[in-house]
């Protein structure tokens, strides 16, 4: 199993990044973004079923970010717009294969990515 992030790196407040992961190995039902700020605890940010398409998101994020998939490549994208300082934070991608119910906290997903810095400079 293999959870591949890409994608961050360094762009100005008000600026857009799109991270992506790209999965295999496994079937999986649920996919997500978490977060980790410097100093902070891991943090859902968004997530996707695979099966029913339905998303859920961080309410400081809502309206600003948008997590979509592509089902050719197995990918699941983060789309991140109106960044602010504080979206700074190390972004893993998370996957799920033995739930299909989105799940706001680390224990409900089975595989991690290596995480990718996004950085919002002010």
């Known amino acids: 199993v293999q959870l591949q992030a890409s994608g961050g790196g360094l762009v100005q407040a008000g600026g857009s990044l799109r991270v992506s992961c790209a999965a295999s190995?496994?079937?999986?039902?649920?996919m997500g973004w978490f977060r980790q700020a410097p100093g902070k605890d891991r943090e859902f940010v968004a997530a996707l079923s695979l099966s029913t398409g339905s998303t859920v998101y961080l309410d400081s994020v809502k309206g600003r970010f948008t997590i979509s998939r592509d089902n050719a490549e197995n990918t699941v994208f983060l789309q991140m717009n109106s960044l602010k300082p504080e979206d700074t934070a190390i972004y893993y991608c998370?996957?799920?294969?033995?739930?299909?119910?989105?799940?706001?906290?680390?224990?409900?997903?089975?595989?991690w990515g290596q995480g990718t810095l996004v950085t919002v400079s002010s």
């Open positions: 190995g496994r079937t999986f039902y649920v």
């Open positions: 998370a996957a799920a294969s033995s739930r299909t119910v989105i799940y706001r906290t680390s224990r409900g997903y089975d595989y």
